[in-house]
């Protein structure tokens, strides 16, 4: 009978033993997996909380210090509709544009619906924190790329030189509003054909 307890004792013993040696393990099992994470893939800032997500978040810009700000913004099924209406930033003045409204379950490109004209210390490569308002008093930061006017951002229409309030009747624009630099060079640059040098 003393023998069958020790038995008994010892296979409980290593079972115990097991038991703290797997747990780690198989807690690190089927939980967190990064596909349950989000993951957006795109060429600019997101914010994916709450009911209002802002996907894709760039500035395209013809040249340095000038640019359209856009981005995907969307709404989710269980909230009221959203109207976008202010940007901001440290260093960014935005122009005035239309207040966006974006329906409840619906989503609105500001790619293709026009975006708002900035300007501002930036230049491609860059990102740029700024903020989204919306009338509901709710506001969103984010970062947004700035990415040249080139490619699939061509389209993009470009803000006028100005994108401030209107001077008033009879006053000039400030210079310092006018576009100074040279606008980006979208060209790829060419290899040289095999065999030939640079100075052929």
Not at 71 to 88: C, H, K, N
Not at 173 to 200: L, M, R
């Amino acid at each position: 009978m003393t023998s069958l307890r020790r038995l008994r004792t010892r296979r409980a013993l290593a079972l115990a033993g097991l038991v703290a040696v797997a747990a780690p393990l198989v807690s690190s099992c089927g939980f967190d997996y990064a596909t349950d994470r989000p993951n957006v893939i795109a060429d600019g800032g997101y914010h994916i909380d709450g009911d209002v997500h802002v996907l894709a978040a760039r500035i395209v810009a013809p040249s340095d210090g000038t640019g359209t700000f856009v981005a995907t913004i969307s709404v989710e099924p269980s909230a009221d509709d959203a109207t976008f209406s202010g940007l901001s930033g440290e260093g960014v003045t935005a122009g005035q544009f239309e207040p966006v409204t974006i329906p409840s379950n619906g989503s609105v490109n500001l790619f293709t619906e026009g975006g708002v004209p900035v300007t501002g210390d930036f230049a491609a490569g860059d990102s740029v924190p700024v903020t989204l308002d919306f009338g509901s008093g709710k506001s969103i930061d984010i970062d947004a790329r700035v990415v040249k006017q080139c490619a699939e951002y061509a389209e993009v229409a470009t803000p006028s030189p100005s994108p401030s309030k209107s001077p008033k009747a009879g006053a000039s624009a400030s210079p310092s509003a006018e576009a100074t630099t040279e606008p980006y060079d979208c060209s790829y640059p060419t290899a040289p054909a095999i065999g030939e040098s640079e100075g052929d």
